[in-house]
């Protein structure tokens, strides 16, 4: 047996194993469709009787290879692409639930998955629980209904920097027959593998780190294909039981381990269509190919200004899950050793209007709606990204009014230190 190749050497080759005569990187099969000789090759096709290509809504050459990539990156058996990350979480968890079923998640992540878990799903007739992720599994235990599907965190809360517990959060969700799907988003699978720590789906936002340049919008899911549907037969009839759509295939008898994907595909995917262009799987690509040198630059940034604003008497405090004395600084060790993201915040002794003014008087780092980046970006997120949520939903977010989110690129860190301090002393 061959040895198992590292992530850095995933993610330059992983993916994509040209052969003689093929391109080198991975191509850009811009077409909508594929041809075929016969009708019945064809028809095979659409009844899941064959793999292959027929319309790109469906799948995509380029799109499989990319996703193959972060497949291999997490540890995973199968991927697919999205066309961002807010869809590649709706799907996660709309590939398991219909109308009367209900998921816990924790209340500490990004805003807009606040949004379509409290306010859309519901519309569609699917409950969510928010909870603390620092609560105790007993605590956490409580939310949980004879209907719930699916138990749903972030590894590293946008922009709280909430560390979750894996372990913690993994125990309760199969101790209630239900898997753990968990954004890896902020972490990306260079500093932290969630399938390793038991979670069972893993999401991405392929729009930050792995594109690192603020050039393309795009999601994955990664099933690890350790959760076992068939032992909750009743509860996952979606992949147990036959869809009618497809003359009664049942998922979990004829595609095993890749069921879960197969069905978002075929059938989310076929219906929602909320696919990623080749063009922009390409993209994402060529950032997945420095991934893991850009991380460790990233969380060297974010270190370093950390340290610096935590020694200013102007900053009231500073979160940074790698900054030595951090609440979550002993979780991050366990579950990120080699280092969290290039994401802190903090807020100024001054509240709300000391916030707004120092963002304005930056130069070198710029307000933008993003983040994870290889340029150095800051964002008010109770003004921004989680505005639309009320002070409850804020406070359960871990989102403090005063709160700036501070997205470190790869510029030289004094520079970065020097456009802080001028903001904060002119």
């Known amino acids: 047996m061959s040895k198992k190749r590292s992530l850095d050497t995933i993610c330059i080759q992983g993916g994509w194993e040209p052969k003689n005569g093929e391109p080198r990187q991975v191509p850009i099969y811009q077409s909508t469709t594929f041809k075929y000789s016969t009708s019945e090759q064809m028809g095979r096709l659409f009844d899941l009787e064959e793999s292959g290509y027929f319309y790109t809504r469906l799948a995509n ?48 992540i990004y805003g807009g998955t606040t949004n379509l878990f409290t306010v859309t799903i519901p519309k569609m007739g699917v409950e969510c629980t928010l909870v603390n992720p620092d609560a105790s599994e007993e605590e956490l235990e409580k939310a949980f209904r004879p209907n719930t599907k699916a138990l749903f965190a972030e590894t590293i809360a946008n922009p709280a920097l909430t560390v979750l517990d894996i372990e913690k959060f993994a125990a309760v969700a199969h101790r209630h027959g239900v898997p753990l799907i968990v954004d890896n988003t902020f972490a990306t699978p260079i500093n932290c593998r969630p399938f390793e720590w038991g979670a069972d ?24 294909g350790n959760f076992d549907w068939e032992a909750y037969h009743d509860r996952f009839k979606g992949l147990t039981e036959p869809d009618e759509s497809y003359h009664g295939i049942i998922y979990t008898q004829k595609f095993g381990k890749l069921a ?6 075929s059938q989310l995917m076929r219906d929602l269509g909320s696919i990623q262009s080749p063009q922009n799987a390409f993209l994402i690509n060529i950032g997945l190919e420095t991934l893991h040198l850009r991380m460790p630059r990233h969380c ?78 800051v964002l008010h997120p109770a003004s921004h990204t989680h505005r ?36 904060l002393e002119n």
């Open 300 to 377: 060297a940034n974010a270190l370093a200004v950390a340290r610096y604003l935590k020694s200013r008497d102007d900053v009231a405090w500073v979160s940074y899950p790698g900054l030595e004395g951090d609440k979550y600084y002993e979780l991050a060790r366990k579950y990120m050793p080699n280092g969290t993201c290039g994401v802190i915040s903090f807020g100024l002794k001054g509240g709300r209007q000391a916030a707004a003014e120092f963002m304005d008087k930056l130069k070198l780092c710029s307000i933008e709606t993003h983040v994870a980046d290889s340029r150095t970006a």
């Open 201 to 224: 789906i893993v999401t991405h936002s392929t729009t930050k780190y792995m594109d690192g340049h603020a050039a393309t919008v795009g999601g994955c899911i990664v099933d690890s």
């Open 388 to 423: 639309q949520l009320n002070e409850e939903q804020l406070k359960a977010a871990g989102v403090d009014p005063s709160m700036i989110r501070f997205s470190l690129g790869l510029e030289d860190p004094e520079d970065i230190i020097e456009d802080v301090r001028q903001a």
């Open 61 to 108: 050459p380029t799109n499989d290879a990319v996703a193959a990539k972060i497949c291999q990156l997490e540890g995973g058996v199968a991927a697919m692409l999205t066309s961002s990350g807010q869809a590649a979480n709706f799907y996660a968890v709309m590939n398991l639930c219909e109308a009367g079923d209900h998921i816990v998640s924790s209340g500490a």
């Open 260 to 265: 879960y994907i197969t069905k978002a595909t």
